[in-house]
Structures are given as C-alpha cells and as structure tokens.
C-alpha cells in the first residue's frame, strides 16, 4: 500500500531523515515510536507531502507521490490526515467541518454529507456538539471532531501525527478509545506517538526510529519484551543513562560527585537515593578497582535508570585484569556496599575494549 | 437583526448632527467682533508696525506688499476667500485685491469696503506657454484683444460683468464648434469677476473674452479649473492659456509669454467698515440661503460628492484588489518579489498622498488625456493599497499554519485551501482595521481639489468663494462626510458579518436537520 524507498529529508545543519525504507500492507496499524528530533513526525508528513523529501521515493498504492508532476492533492484525499494541534476549521461548527471536504472535494450533496457527517460524529461520540465551533470545545473532543473529519473523506491510509500529545491526560483516554476501534475497523494506519501501552495494544507492527532511519521493526511484542538493539532497549524500557569516562590513575570525585547530584536531579530522584549512588560509585572504585587498575587501563562507568521501574544500575566497564570481588574487599566498605545495593553481577565477556564488568543493582 | 440595528445608527447620527448644529449656534456669535472695533479709513495707518496684512500665495501683491508695507505682519492664504473670511471676522486687518475684484466683493458681501487710495497699477494679461505653439496662438490671441479694445468690446464686456448685466455676458463655452481643435483654457474660479462659479458653471470676464476670441478663430474651448499657484506650472501640459487676472510681472515674462493687457488692474486695499448687524435668526437664514439656495449652489455639493464617492469607492475597490496582489507577491518566497513590494509600501507608506497627487499628476501623466478625477483614483488605489497589502499580510500571518496544512492533508490544492480555509480566517483579523482604513481614504480623498478635481472639499471651498461665508459650507461639508463615512463602514460591517461565525442562530445552510 505505502512503498518508502531510500528516504531521505535535510534541513539545513541537521537531517532527521537519513535513509528511510518501509513496505505497509493493507490493513497494517503501525505505531511509530522513537525519542524526540528522530524524524517520526517528518517521516509521516513526508508521506503526505506536507514536507517535501529531500531525495528518495514514495508510493502509494503504487502511484509515486514524490514524482515531479504527480497530483498530490488528488493522492491526499486517499490519506487522511490528524495532527497534534486538531486544526479544526475555526471559521465553522463542527459540522461544516465535517461536511466541508465532501461537499467540495467528493462532489456530494450538501444533506447527504450532512446525514453522513452527523453519523460519524456519532461514532465518536460528538453529536451532541455538532453545532459547536471549535474554540468552544475541549481537546479531547476537538480531536475527536477532526478525526470525524478525517473520515469524512473515506480514507484509506490515516495519518495520526502525536493525536495526543496536546491533550490534558484526563482526555487521552477518549481519543485513543476511538483510535482503537477503527484499528478494529480495518484502516490502513500509522500512529506517531509516546503512548507507549496504546502502541503494544492497537499496533500490528512497531517501527522505532532513531539516527535518521527506522532502526527496529517487528511486532509490538518484539520491539516492547524483546527489542535486539540496545537503543531500542533503552527507550521501551524509558533508561535515563550517566556515562563517565574515568582515569584510573586520577579520579576526580568532586566531579563525578556533581555529576552524579544532577543526574539524579534531573530524574527526580529522592535526596537517598543520589547519597547512596554516591556511596556505591566511591565505595566500588576505591575499594576494589582502583587498587588493581593501571594508569594505562580504561574505566567507563554507566548509571541507568529505567523510568519504566524505577530500578537503578551502576556499570562498571574496565580493561586490564579482572579485580576481585566485592566479599574480598574490607569489611567497612562491603558493608556499605550490601546495604546500598540489592545484587552485584560480574562478567568477563564485555567488549574487547572494556572486558570486565561489574554491574550494581541499586535497592529502590 | 439588522432591522435592530438601523433605528440605533439613524439615532447615533442624528446625535451626531445635533451636537454639531448645537456647536455651530454656540460659534456664530462668536464671530460676531468685539465693540470697540477699529475701523481703518486711510491707507496712512497701514504704515504703522503690526499691521495684519494677508496676501495670496503665488500672486504679485507678495512682493507689493512687504515693499509698501515693511512693517507689517503678513499671512499668506492660498484663496481670496480664505482671507476674505479672515478680514470679516477681525483676523486680519487688510489685503490688497485689484479695484475690480474689490467692487464685485462689496457688492455681494456686507462690511467691507475698500480705501480709495490707488496703490498701484498693474496690467491683467492672459499667458501663454513659451514654445512655438504657445507664438502662434499668442499672435492670433493679441490681434483679437487689441482690435476687441479698439472697438469697445473690451470695455463693454467689463461692464457687462460688473454690473450684473447677464442679457451682454457670453457663458456658453460648451457651445463652441472646435473646427480648428480646442483651447484648454486654466483658470481658478474663485476670483470674481474674472472666473468664477455661478449656477454650476464656471462663469466671467475671463471665460467671456475667451469664447469670444475662440468664436472667431475657430476654437473650441475646454475650461480647467485649478489652483491660482498651480496655473502657471500647468501651462504646455494641461493648459493652452491660463488667464486668472493675471498681473504682467518681468519675473513672470521670463517663464510664459504674455497677451497683451486686456484689462488695467488698480490695486486698493480691502478693509472692513461698520455695518448693521442683523439679528441672529436673520444671519442664520441669509446665509443658509446664500450657501444651498441661490444660484443652486446645493447642486454643486451634490456634484461634490458624486465625486468623492466615485473616487473612494473606486480606489477602495482597485487598491483593495492591488493590495491583495501585492500581499500575494509579498507571501511568495522569492527575494525579488520581497524587495520590490516592500520597497513599493514603503514607499507609498512615507509619501504624503497630497505629494504623490501632484507628482501624478504633474509629472507622470502630463498627457492631456489623463483627467484629474483618473489620476485622483490612480494615487489613491496606489495609496490605499500599500496599507491593505500590509493588513491582509498581518491578517493572514495571523491563520495559524495548521488550518493550510489541515486543508491540504484533506486534498485541497494550495490555491482553493488559501481561499476557502485561510482567507476568510484572515479576512475576520484584518477587516476592523480595514473599516477604518476606507472610511480614512474617503477622508482624505478631499485633498483632490490640488488637482483641478471638484470634489466635496473643493465645491464647499468654492461655495464659500462666493459667500464669504464659512459656518454652513463647512459643517454642512463635516455632516456630509460623516455621513458618507458611516455608510461605507457599514457596508463592510456587512461584509463582517456574513463572515463572522454565527453563534447565535446555529444552523447549517441547505440541510435539513434531525
């Protein structure tokens, strides 16, 4: 249904497309998902043309939408489009709106798009204001009147560009609830979203976008339970990461101090929590790798916390031998060490730059 | 709704007139003098310091003046009548006029008089431009004065005008056949008895001699009326003879050619004399008569305004149209586009529309088939559209870019999205402002009187060169304005509310609801 080919898109000084390529079949609810600035919006206002590729092709329904001469605006009526800002019409009700692009784009009648129009406000549950303008209404139902909107003009792809991005949580609800039953419905649809439980729900397929192409795909089991890809990782289970490059040979623990402090501010972590981070990351090093470790050995440390369980962990990577274990080192310090973590892991397999790993699993 | 409406305009104007009417029967006594007036009776007291002298702008009596008066302070006015007024109500002290406009002015208006001094002697020629055509006509124009003078026609033509003897008065000018081609004859019609307005048609001694002269050498005749300083620049553009009462100047002869004199004007000077002053209501129905009745001077602010409505709404319909092509040039991303039309609003934003007026018409279009009333509408469509240009511009930057992006998602090309979704958006942004802008245009349109164009202003200005009267022409000109202002604001208050969103009656058109 969809074909996009080597897609690319630059601006100037930065390129959130890089090289998007993707086949969507008919039927096919797709969820794309992925950090801000990584191009899910461009790709999807790509596929409209709202934003004009850089190079690269697209196909719809076999018809290329990015040839030169090709009628784009006769393409878009099969592609509708719903935005994060709803841009409903202001100059008209709700029902104009609705019955605007099938009076002058289908050539329908004005009671005939009336009787329609008021059938699909029904299915989401806006009849009752159709009569209203937007400016009277909420987000919820402003998204919910421009989806009725949309399909008005019996799409068969729909576009949803962050649909609940600017909706006060109470009223995400709402519009999901009627984007779930037309994923039910059949429709060919692509979802740009942060609603990371919708996306599992509703999606046949997941892409995660990131550097510029769809760097995973697959069903949203693979993507949520078992993404391949580290990044992927990352972002479904939400890890907010510290990485610090150390000298062994001179540690600056003023730094990796504040460092820590800030990191541990910026995710809103509790004043303890940061204490015994600090504790974990002075006791480990002092007590146990910095004895063992050469100047000339490398030393990564990574903090990563998952917003998605609130759990806490503390990598150590390193080059050079193995350390010993956190039981051999003193009493004093190994004590700190068990009150502040709930388990410690050891791994000789790391990468060929940084082979050993020592992994924390702080106590919530 | 509308029918609401109406009865609170109609009232909201009628308040509006009374306030006025109210205002002007405070101002009339006003200019009723105080009691112990000084009335000036020999020319000796003219020498003394501080004396307020008024003088017309572009006529020789400048240089007379603070020659013969060095003591004096001097106005300068740019029409008879202003100073006229000016004399009448004790603003001024004196001016100098020829003997034979001074006699037609006691003879129409009450407590003035001239001093019987003879100042000065100074001979009335018509002028001509400077260039071949201007020789030739000249010589037929000098043989026709000198054997008129010979004859007595001249002096019984004079006559004829000073006395009020219509029965020996020549007026039919449009009579004329042109068999060899027409004079464009340039004259200002506030200077009785040489031109001037009577019954809608320009009128005097002037226009007399020309008919005459034109009869006998086969001319048809166009007369122009336009200001006294703007007669001798127009001569070879607009004009083929100016003559105004002319006074022969050396500094003159060196920029037209001069008829020989067909008159001798005698300068005196003009002050006021003691006269009985008539009761309130009295004063109040003279010049109420001497402003609308006679001569069926109300005909002329009807002419007046036909023309200032043609000229605003004309310019209000082709400078709204322009404006929107270059707010259209102006949306377009290309650097070209941009400099040109920013230049071009600027430019029209910091010239005064009086300036563009003249420069139109004095330098651009000097083609004698380009009218006052074409260049009138050209400066002001020109004027007018710089300012809606920037209006739409800020009107539909104002549209929030998603309703063009919604509506091209739907399917809609870029030009129908841009009228039917973004424009009417726009529209309900910028039409406050536009309402004021019209209404702004119509009053400015009165600045067209600089070119020879009689609208509103310029019939009221000549009403008053004949009446010497300033109460009723004015306000009666104030209350035309006002009114013709409030109709073209409701006319687009119309506009506004079809677009507006109807909140009140929620109702789809052509459908018939469950």
């Known amino acids: 249904m969809i074909s996009i080919r080597h897609l690319c898109k630059a601006y100037e000084g930065v390129t959130p497309l890089k090289d998007v390529n993707a086949e969507i079949e008919k039927g096919d609810v797709i969820s794309i998902i992925g950090p801000s600035g990584t191009g899910k919006s461009t790709l999807l206002r790509c596929l409209n043309m709202l934003e004009t590729p850089t190079s690269g092709e697209i196909l719809i329904d076999g018809e290329s939408i990015t040839r030169k001469n090709a009628k784009v605006h006769l393409i878009r009526r099969k592609m509708g489009m719903v935005f994060q800002s709803f841009n409903l019409f202001e100059h008209m009700n709700i029902i104009e709106n609705v019955m605007l692009g099938p009076v002058t784009l289908l050539g329908e009648s004005r009671q005939a798009a009336y009787d329609k129009g008021m059938e699909l406000l029904r299915s989401v549950g806006m009849e009752h204001r159709a009569l209203a303008y937007p400016d009277e209404l909420s987000g919820g139902q402003k998204q919910r009147a421009a989806i009725a909107r949309t399909l008005s003009m019996n799409p068969e792809i729909i576009l949803f560009d962050e649909p609940t991005s600017a909706l006060d949580p109470t009223m995400v609800g709402e519009v999901l609830a009627v984007i779930r039953a037309l994923a039910r419905k059949g429709l060919t649809m692509l979802i740009v979203t942060h609603e990371m439980q919708f996306a599992r729900d509703v999606s046949t397929r997941v892409f995660y976008m990131d550097e510029g192409v769809i760097y995973e795909q697959g069903t949203p089991e693979e993507i949520f339970e078992h993404p391949r890809r580290e990044k992927t990782r990352r972002f479904v289970q939400r890890l907010k990461l510290l990485e610090e490059n150390l000298n062994p040979g001179h540690v600056d623990y003023a730094a990796l101090n504040e460092h820590t402090a800030q990191f541990a501010l910026r995710l809103g972590l509790s004043d303890r929590t940061a204490r015994y981070l600090q504790l974990a990351l002075e006791e480990t090093l002092n007590g146990l790798l910095l004895p063992s470790l050469s100047e000339e050995d490398k030393l990564r440390v990574t903090v990563m916390y998952s917003e998605k369980n609130g759990s806490l962990e503390v990598r150590f990577a390193y080059s050079g031998k193995p350390a010993g274990k956190v039981e051999e080192m003193d009493p004093l310090a190994s004590g700190v060490l068990s009150m502040v973590t709930e388990s410690v892991k050891y791994d000789e397999q790391g990468s060929t730059e940084y082979p050993n790993i020592i992994i924390l699993q702080m106590k919530k | 709704m509308i029918c609401d409406k109406w009865p609170k305009t109609v009232v909201r104007i009628a308040c509006c007139l009374m306030t006025l009417l109210l205002l002007s029967s405070v101002m009339l006594p006003g200019s009723a003098r105080g009691d112990e007036e000084h009335f000036f009776t020999s020319i000796e007291e003219f020498y003394a310091p501080h004396i307020r002298l008024g003088v017309q702008t572009g006529t020789s009596y400048d240089v007379f003046c603070s020659e013969k008066f060095p003591l004096s302070d001097i106005t300068y006015f740019t029409s008879v009548p202003d100073m006229m007024l000016q004399l009448k109500n004790g603003s001024l002290d004196g001016f100098t006029t020829s003997e034979v406009t001074a006699r037609e002015m006691i003879g129409t208006t009450d407590g003035i008089t001239y001093l019987p001094e003879k100042l000065d002697e100074l001979a009335i020629c018509m002028a001509l431009p400077k260039d071949d055509d201007g020789l030739k006509l000249q010589a037929q124009l000098n043989e026709f004065l000198t054997r008129a003078k010979d004859n007595g026609t001249l002096d019984a033509v004079t006559e004829a005008w000073l006395t009020n003897d219509t029965e020996h008065q020549v007026t039919d000018y ?15 019609s506030a200077y009785a008895p040489y031109a001037y307005i009577r019954n809608g048609c320009i009128v005097g001694i002037d226009i007399d001699l020309m008919i005459r002269f034109c009869r006998e050498t086969g001319y048809g005749l166009e007369v122009i009326d336009m200001s006294f300083d703007a007669l001798i620049p127009s001569l070879g553009t607009r004009s083929d003879i100016i003559a105004n009462g002319i006074t022969y100047s050396d500094e003159r002869a060196e920029k037209v050619l001069f008829s020989v004199p067909y008159s001798t004007e005698k300068t005196v000077m003009l002050v006021r004399c003691p006269m009985e002053k008539p009761d309130f209501f009295t004063s109040l129905k003279d010049s109420f008569v001497s402003t609308f009745i006679r001569e069926n001077r109300w005909q002329l602010l009807l002419q007046g305004l036909w023309t200032t409505m043609v000229i605003s709404l004309l310019s209000g319909i ?38 563009l007026l003249l420069i139109l018409y004095y330098v651009v279009f000097t083609g004698p088939s380009v009218t006052g009333l074409t260049v009138a509408v050209a400066a002001f469509t020109m004027n007018f559209a710089a300012y809606v240009s920037e209006m739409m511009r800020t009107g539909i930057d104002a549209v929030p870019a998603g309703q063009m992006e919604a509506a091209l998602a739907m399917g809609y090309t870029r030009r129908d999205a841009f009228f039917r979704i973004v424009m009417p958006q726009a529209a309900l942004h910028f039409l406050p402002v536009y309402k004021g802008e019209v209404v702004s245009l119509l009053k400015s349109t009165s600045v067209v009187g600089y070119i020879t164009v009689q609208d509103l202003t310029k019939m009221s200005d000549i009403i008053r060169s004949r009446t010497y009267d300033a109460l009723f022409p004015l306000i009666t000109t104030a209350v035309i304005y006002f009114a013709a202002a409030a109709l073209l604001g409701y006319l687009v208050s119309r506009i506004e509310i079809r677009l507006k969103p109807d909140r009140v009656h929620r109702c789809v058109k052509g459908v018939k609801m469950l």
């Open chain 2, 174 to 188: 449009q009579a004329l056949e042109a068999v060899n081609g027409t004079i464009r004859l340039g004259t200002e």
């Open chain 2, 318 to 355: 082709f400078g709204t149209l322009l404006g929107f092509g270059i707010c259209l040039l102006r949306r377009r991303k290309n650097k070209i586009c941009t400099a040109v039309t920013t230049a071009y609003i600027r430019l029209l934003q910091g010239t005064p529309i009086v300036v």
